[in-house]
């Protein structure tokens, strides 16, 4: 069974930094491609970042040069780091896996997900 635990979420001024993880279990993520969404309440689900199994990496425009994707493949952890945090990043933060095509932004790309995380940026 394919389980996908987030957690680094919590509350930080603007400006500040945070770094999600998302442990990966009953799952060969190594070879298939892996994402960061978010949801603002109010908001649909958005891509924030991915990782493919080459290791290119992907990003929303309002993330580029602030939030950093990678893994650890001997972990099986999928991280986000996120700086200079602004109040609009202010979101449950999920961990998506088992893209094999499709676009990376497309939540309909992803077959698994975790329960997620929340993040507050305060002004």
């Known amino acids: 069974q394919v389980q996908l635990a987030e957690s680094g979420g919590g509350s930080v001024q603007a400006g500040g930094s945070l770094r999600l993880s998302c442990v990966a279990s009953g799952y060969a993520y190594t070879h298939n491609c892996m994402g960061w969404f978010r949801q603002a309440q109010g908001k649909e689900r958005e891509g924030v970042a991915s990782i493919d199994s080459d290791g290119s990496t992907s990003y929303a425009d309002s993330v580029k040069g602030r939030f950093i994707i990678s893994r650890d493949h001997s972990l099986n952890i999928l991280f986000l780091q996120m700086n200079n945090l602004r109040p609009e990043d202010t979101a449950t933060y999920y961990c998506?896996?088992?893209?094999?095509?499709?676009?990376?932004?497309?939540?309909?790309?992803?077959?698994?997900w975790g329960q997620g995380t929340q993040v507050t940026v305060s002004s």
């Open positions: 998506a896996a088992g893209r094999f095509g499709g676009e990376w932004s497309d939540s309909r790309s992803y077959t698994y």
